[in-house]
């Protein structure tokens, strides 16, 4: 099982890299589908087949958190840019 949490993990960090909330939505849905499906083939019990179903959305969402993350510093660093500090919503750096 812990292949299945592995597996989601990278899957989560990829998307996070290179797509957005609906190919996450997309990944959950085959996740759970994935993991259930394992699941009953393995004749796990159901119990069983849950929690590793919740912890694979778990993975699978956590580490497309990191993975966007990942993406916006990488971006940020291609052009120059840092996060600027003391600024907050609503607020525009330019015009005060």
């Known amino acids: 099982m812990p292949?299945?949490?592995?597996?989601?993990?990278?899957a989560g960090?990829?998307?996070?890299?290179l797509y957005r909330a609906p190919a996450l939505l997309a990944a959950m849905i085959a996740a759970a589908m994935l993991t259930i499906g394992i699941g009953m083939a393995s004749?796990?019990?159901?119990r069983?087949?849950?929690?590793?179903?919740?912890?694979?959305?778990?993975?699978l969402?956590?580490?497309y958190l990191v993975?966007?993350?990942?993406?916006?510093l990488v971006h940020r660093a291609r052009r120059?840019?840092?996060?600027e500090a003391g600024l907050t919503l609503g607020?525009?750096?330019?015009h005060p």
Do not use: K, N, Y
Request: charge should be positive.
């Open 3 to 10: 292949w299945i949490f592995a597996a989601s993990s990278v």
């Open 13 to 17: 960090l990829v998307l996070g890299c």
């Open 43 to 46: 004749s796990w019990p159901f």
């Open 48 to 59: 069983l087949t849950a929690l590793a179903a919740l912890g694979a959305l778990a993975c």
């Open 61 to 63: 969402q956590i580490s």
């Open 67 to 72: 993975g966007l993350a990942v993406s916006t």
């Open 80 to 83: 120059g840019t840092r996060p």
């Open 91 to 94: 607020q525009d750096r330019h």
